[in-house]
């Protein structure tokens, strides 16, 4: 799909420095962890249900993993290294939960880059009241140069 806007990419490889990093906190809502959970056709009673949760360990619902990782992949696609970006391996442990209508911090740092096949490998860490909530590798594909639209308009003639 295609809406007319003008397409960017993010940062090439070459561009791409080891150390470079973003850091981005955002709070997490209800209706995060709503619509999260409607895409993802998950319906776990710990992510949605207080009576349940009270009667377990977190005494409390949690936010899912899983829409941590999304949000991780989103900063992937428009921060760093951008957009066209492609992620290829996560290696992320989640050694604590965390509570909806508390405010979570993202920290991507990019740790290597593999000449071989052109992907670096972004440390990721994920903390919320003062704890781990994720921490991790993932490996990604940098943008490609966007090749000129009219480059091979007259092959054919």
């Known amino acids: 799909m295609d809406f007319?806007?003008?397409?960017?990419?993010?940062?090439?490889?070459?561009?791409?420095?080891?150390?470079?990093?973003?850091?981005?906190?955002?709070k997490v809502i209800l209706r995060d962890i709503f619509a999260y959970l409607g895409a993802a056709d998950d319906c776990n009673p710990i992510y949605l249900k207080e009576s349940y949760a009270a009667q377990i360990r977190y005494r409390q619902v949690i936010v899912p993993s899983g829409l941590i990782v999304s949000w991780i992949s989103a900063l992937i696609s428009s921060e760093l290294p951008g957009p066209g970006s492609v992620v290829k391996e996560m290696r992320l442990s989640f050694p604590e939960t965390f509570h909806p209508e508390n405010e979570i911090s993202f920290s991507?740092?990019?740790?290597?880059?593999?000449?071989?096949?052109?992907?670096?490998?972004?440390?990721?860490?994920v903390t919320g009241d003062e704890r781990t909530i994720a921490e991790g590798e993932i490996d990604v594909l940098p943008p490609q140069p966007l090749n000129p639209m009219m480059d091979n308009l007259l092959d054919n003639f």
């Open 108 to 125: 991507l740092t990019v740790k290597d880059k593999n000449p071989a096949d052109r992907n670096i490998t972004l440390q990721v860490r």
């Open 4 to 26: 007319g806007k003008l397409v960017t990419t993010g940062k090439g490889w070459n561009e791409i420095q080891v150390g470079d990093g973003i850091q981005v906190k955002k």
